[in-house]
C-alpha cells in the first residue's frame, strides 16, 4: 500500500524554484532515504511533505488523498523529527514530551508510562526533570526521537535524526528504523550521511538542485551509475568538483600570508 | 582614524559586549522581546517629555497671575517635581538593567566563544567594564535627556536672568544622572553580589523572584512621587523620619542644595547622595570582578544542568483544573504550557509583573487620596474612587496577561504546535479567555469580596463584586476577541510598530474602564431604581461582545502563528469560499 506519494512537488519562493518536480513513492514497509548536497531541496521538501510549507504545486498524497484535505488526520499518524534541535529550553525532557501526548489526545496515565520507558530505553531517565536547555545536542535530539515515536505513527519522516548522537545511541536509531520498516511503517528518512543511509534505506532519492537526479534501490543506482557503493555512485552523480583538489586548495590559502 | 581605532581588537570587543547587552543574552537569545535600539531610547526618553510638557502651566506667569499668585519662587515650587523626575529617572534606568539582567554579565555563551581565543581574561573584563560604564552614561543621559532639556526652560521661563537658568539647569543635572547612575549601579551591584555568593543553580532560580522584587521596590518609589513631597516641605527634623530611607530624597536634598533652597532638615543628606553613588560605584566594581572571576572564568567547570522546576503539588493542579475547566486536549496542553512559560521564562514574568506593579502603584495612589479626601461619600455609599480600586486592579491585570501573550519565547521552537494543532482550532481565545480568569476570579471573591463585606456589609460586598466582575468579563471579551495565537508561539509582537498608539489607547481605556465606570456605579448606589436600570447594561454589552464574536469570519478564527497581515487578495478568496 502506498503510505506517503509526492506528485511534481514545487516550491518557489522567488522566481528560480527551490524544489521541482519531485515526484516519489513511499510503500508501507519501506525506508526512502534523500540525499543531496547542501541546498538541493531536501529540507524544503520535507516541509512539504509534513504540511508545514504549501507547495507552489503538485501534491503530497497519504493513503491517496491529498493531506490538504484532511491536514489534522494527515499529522495524526505522521511522526516528525526537524532538522534543527529547536525546543523549549525552560521545560523539562519530561514535561516537553508530556506537552506534546498532551496536544496528541494521548491519555495521562498511559502517556506517562509510555514517556517514562521511552526516556530510560534512551538513556535520558536520570535527566528527564532537568531544563531542556542544560542538555547536550544529542540529549535533545534524542527527545526530538522520541517525540516522534510516542502515538504510534505509521508514517515518518526524519531529517537528519542521527545528528549529534553518540554511536551507541546512532547505532539503537539505525537498528530501530530497519524495525521500523520491518513493522509495516513507512519511513522517509533525509540524511547527509551516506553510509548509514545505504545501510538502512531500501530506496533512495538523490536531489540536485530542487530536482530529482535519480531514484530507485540503493543496488540499482549502484548498477545505473556503475559504481560499487552509494558514496562513489553519489559522487559520480551530484558532484562537480574534485574534493581532493578543493582540499589542497584550502590548505595552500591557510599557509599563504 | 576613528575606522581604524574601532578595528582595534579590543575596541571590537568592547562593541561585541555592548551588541550583547543590547540584542541578547544567555536565555533570552534571539527570541526575545526586541524593540531595536531606537525604538527602545525614544521610549525610555517618552516620559520625561511627557511630564515636563504638562508643567507647563503650573510654572507660566498667566496661569500664576490667574491663580493671583505673588512671589512665586520657582526654585521651591520645584521641589515636587524634581523629586518626581529623579524618582522617574531611578525607575526607569533600574528597569532597563533587570529588563537586561541576564546579558549585563558575560556568560557561557561568551565563553565558548572568546576563552578558545587569545584573548586575556583580563582584556575581556576590562572591555566588559567599559561598556558597561558606556552603557551606564548613555541610558542616564536618554532617560533624562527630554527633562533636561526642557523642565529647566519651563521652570525658568518666566524669569529673565540667565544665570538663575544655569543655576537650575546645573543642580537638575547633577540630581538627575547621579540618581540615574545610582540606579544602575546598584542593580549591577546586586546581581554581581547574587553571581559571586550563590551557587550558579540558586543564582539561576532565584534570578526571577529578586527581579520581581527589585520592580515591586521600584513601582513603590514611584507611588511614593505624589505622597513624599509635600511631608518633604513640612518636615522638622530627619533623625526620624523613615523619608531619610529613600533614595530619591537623598538625590533631591542634594539639588536642593545646589539651588540654595535646601529644607535644614535635608541638608545632611545632600552629602550622603553623593557617598551613596561613589559606595554603589565600588560595591558594583567589586561585585562584578568577583562575580567574573568565579562564574565567567570557571564556566567549563560549573555543572550544566537546572532543573526546570515544578513540585509535588503542581501536577495536582493541574489534573484538577483539567477535569473542571479544560477540557480539551488543546486547552490543557496550552494551560500547562502557558503556566510554565510565566514561571520560568523572564520576559514573560516580568512584562506581566511590570502591568501587576503598576496596577498596585495606581490604587494605592487612589486609595491614598480617598482616604484623605473622604468629601466625596453620599449617602454612606462609597466614593467613586474606593469603588474603582478593584476595577483598577483587574484592569491592569487582564491587560497586563494579555501584553505577556504576546510575548514571544522560543519561537522557533513552535514548530511542535504547528505540526500537532489543527489549524482551523477556535480555541485560542478560548483559551486566553480561561487563562485570564482563572487569575482574576479567586481575587475577587477572596479579596474583593470579603475586604468589601467587612467595611460596608456583605449586600453591599456582593453588588460590587458582580459589577467588578461583569466589567472585568466584558474587558476580557474586548482584549481576546480576535485572539487567535497560542501564549508565546507567535512571533514578534503586533504592537511593536504602532505602540505609541496601544500606549494612548490603553490609558483612554484606563480612563473608561475605571474612573468613569466607578462614577457611573456611584452614581447607581445612590438610588435602587437607578441601579436597576444601571445593572442591565453590563450583560447587554457582554451580550453584544459575545455575538459580536459568534459573527466574526473563518479567517479571524484560524490559528495564526506568524504576525502578519493577510493580503487582500487572500481575504477576498477566503470570503469567496
Not at chain 1, 508514517?155 to 530501530?176: C, M, R, W, Y
Not at chain 2, 581604524?4 to 568592547?14: D, H, V
Not at chain 2, 512665586?72 to 538593567?97: G, R
Amino acid at each position: 500500500m502506498i503510505a506517503l506519494e509526492a506528485r511534481g512537488l514545487m516550491k518557489a519562493y522567488t522566481s528560480v524554484p527551490a524544489v521541482s518536480d519531485v515526484s516519489f513513492s513511499l510503500n508501507s514497509g519501506e525506508v526512502l532515504g534523500c540525499l543531496g548536497p547542501n541546498g538541493s531541496g531536501k529540507s524544503t521538501t520535507v516541509r512539504m511533505l509534513t504540511g508545514l510549507l504549501e507547495p507552489t504545486r503538485g501534491q503530497v498524497l497519504c493513503g491517496g488523498k491529498s493531506i490538504q484535505k484532511d491536514l489534522v488526520g494527515y499529522r495524526e499518524r505522521l511522526g516528525y523529527v526537524p532538522e534543527e534541535t529547536n525546543l523549549y529550553p525552560f521545560l523539562s525532557g519530561w514535561e516537553y514530551l508530556e506537552l506534546v501526548g498532551t496536544l496528541r489526545g494521548m491519555n495521562p496515565t498511559p502517556l506517562a508510562k509510555k514517556i517514562d520507558a521511552m526516556l530510560e530505553l534512551f538513556s535520558l531517565f536520570p535527566h528527564r526533570h532537568a531544563a531542556i536547555g542544560s542538555y547536550s545536542k544529542g540529549m535533545r535530539q534524542r527527545i526530538l526521537l522520541i517525540a516522534s515515536f510516542l502515538h504510534d505513527p505509521d508514517l515518518l519522516i526524519f531529517d537528519e535524526p542521527l545528528s549529534g548522537l553518540d554511536v551507541t545511541s546512532a547505532l539503537i536509531v539505525k537498528n530501530l528504523i530497519r524495525g521500523l520498516g520491518e513493522q509495516g511503517k513507512a519511513v522517509f528518512y533525509c540524511s547527509h550521511v551516506l553510509e548509514v543511509v545505504e545501510k538502512v534505506c531500501s530506496h533512495v532519492m538523490i536531489l540536485r538542485n530542487g530536482r530529482v537526479l535519480a531514484y530507485g534501490s540503493t543496488s540499482e543506482l549502484q548498477q545505473a551509475s556503475g559504481q560499487s557503493s552509494l558514496e562513489h555512485a553519489f559522487v559520480h552523480l551530484v558532484e562537480d568538483r574534485d574534493a581532493v583538489q578543493t582540499a589542497r586548495d584550502i590548505i595552500d590559502v591557510m599557509a599563504a600570508a | 582614524m576613528w575606522q581604524t581605532i574601532l578595528r582595534k581588537p579590543f575596541a571590537r570587543l568592547i562593541r561585541h559586549c555592548l551588541d550583547r547587552i543590547f540584542y541578547g543574552g544567555d536565555a533570552a537569545q534571539e527570541d526575545e522581546l526586541d524593540l531595536g535600539i531606537g525604538v527602545a531610547l525614544g521610549l525610555l526618553a517618552l516620559p520625561g517629555v511627557l511630564v515636563s510638557f504638562f508643567l507647563i502651566d503650573k510654572y507660566g506667569s498667566l496661569f500664576q497671575v490667574i491663580l493671583g499668585i505673588k512671589d512665586f519662587d520657582p526654585y521651591a515650587a520645584a521641589m515636587p517635581d524634581e523629586y518626581f523626575f529623579i524618582a522617574l529617572s531611578m525607575v526607569v534606568t533600574a528597569s532597563v538593567a533587570i529588563w537586561k539582567w541576564d546579558s549585563l554579565l558575560p556568560d557561557r555563551r561568551d565563553y565558548a566563544n572568546l576563552a578558545p581565543l587569545p584573548i586575556h581574561n583580563r582584556t575581556f573584563f576590562s572591555a566588559n567594564l567599559l561598556a558597561l560604564a558606556f552603557l551606564t552614561a548613555i541610558m542616564s543621559l536618554d532617560v533624562n535627556a527630554a527633562s533636561i532639556v526642557a523642565f529647566p526652560l519651563v521652570v525658568t521661563g518666566s524669569r529673565s536672568s540667565f544665570t538663575y537658568y544655569v543655576v537650575f539647569l546645573a543642580a537638575h543635572v547633577t540630581g538627575l544622572l547621579l540618581a540615574s547612575m545610582f540606579s544602575f549601579t546598584v542593580i549591577l551591584a546586586i546581581l554581581g553580589t547574587l553571581m559571586s555568593v550563590l551557587p550558579y543553580r540558586l543564582f539561576r532560580k532565584s534570578s526571577l523572584y529578586v527581579r520581581l522584587a527589585i520592580v515591586t521596590f521600584l513601582l513603590a518609589i514611584l507611588s511614593t512621587s505624589f505622597a513624599v513631597p509635600p511631608m518633604l516641605q513640612k518636615l522638622q527634623a530627619l533623625s526620624d523620619s523613615p523619608l531619610r530611607f529613600l533614595p530619591p530624597v537623598w538625590f533631591v536634598a542634594l539639588n536642593q542644595s545646589m539651588l540654595g533652597t535646601v529644607n535644614p532638615a535635608l541638608a545632611g543628606l545632600s552629602r550622603f547622595a553623593l557617598e551613596a553613588t561613589a559606595m554603589a560605584f565600588v560595591v558594583a566594581l567589586a561585585a562584578y570582578g568577583l562575580s567574573y572571576r568565579r562564574c565567567f572564568t570557571r564556566s567549563a567547570e560549573i555543572m550544566d544542568s537546572l532543573p526546570a522546576g515544578g513540585g509535588v503539588f503542581v501536577p495536582w493542579i493541574f489534573r484538577l483544573l483539567d477535569r473542571l475547566v479544560f477540557r480539551t486536549p488543546f486547552q490543557r496542553a496550552g494551560f500547562r504550557f502557558t503556566m510554565k512559560t510565566f514561571a520560568r521564562s523572564d520576559s514573560q514574568a516580568l512584562v506581566l509583573g511590570w502591568f501587576a506593579g503598576l496596577g498596585i502603584v495606581a490604587a494605592s495612589q487612589t486609595l491614598f487620596s480617598a482616604l484623605t479626601d473622604r468629601a466625596h461619600e453620599i449617602n454612606h455609599v462609597p466614593s467613586a474612587a474606593i469603588l474603582s480600586i478593584p476595577l483598577t486592579l483587574g484592569y491592569f491585570l487582564i491587560f497586563g496577561l494579555r501584553c505577556a501573550f504576546e510575548v514571544p519565547v522560543a519561537v522557533r521552537a513552535n514548530w511542535l504546535f504547528r505540526v500537532t494543532v489543527d489549524p482551523d482550532t477556535h480555541e485560542c481565545a478560548l483559551l486566553a479567555r480561561k487563562i485570564i480568569l482563572l487569575f482574576l476570579l479567586p481575587a475577587l471573591i477572596l479579596i474583593c469580596f470579603p475586604v468589601y463585606a467587612h467595611f460596608r456589609g456583605w449586600q453591599f460586598a456582593l453588588a460590587h463584586t458582580a459589577i467588578v466582575t461583569a466589567m472585568c468579563l466584558l474587558l476580557i471579551e474586548i482584549v481576546v476577541m480576535r485572539f487567535r495565537k497560542i501564549p508565546f508561539a507567535c512571533g514578534m509582537p503586533s504592537f511593536k510598530s504602532h505602540s505609541i498608539a496601544a500606549v494612548v489607547i490603553f490609558i483612554l481605556g484606563f480612563f473608561v474602564f475605571s474612573t468613569l465606570t466607578s462614577a457611573a456605579e456611584q452614581w447607581a448606589l445612590e438610588d435602587t431604581f437607578r441601579f436597576f436600570l444601571f445593572a442591565p447594561l453590563l450583560p447587554a454589552a457582554c451580550l453584544a461582545v459575545w455575538q459580536w464574536r459568534r459573527n466574526l469570519i473563518h479567517l479571524d478564527q484560524k490559528i495564526t502563528f506568524e504576525d502578519e497581515i493577510a493580503p487582500a487578495v487572500e481575504v477576498a478568496m477566503n470570503l469567496g469560499r
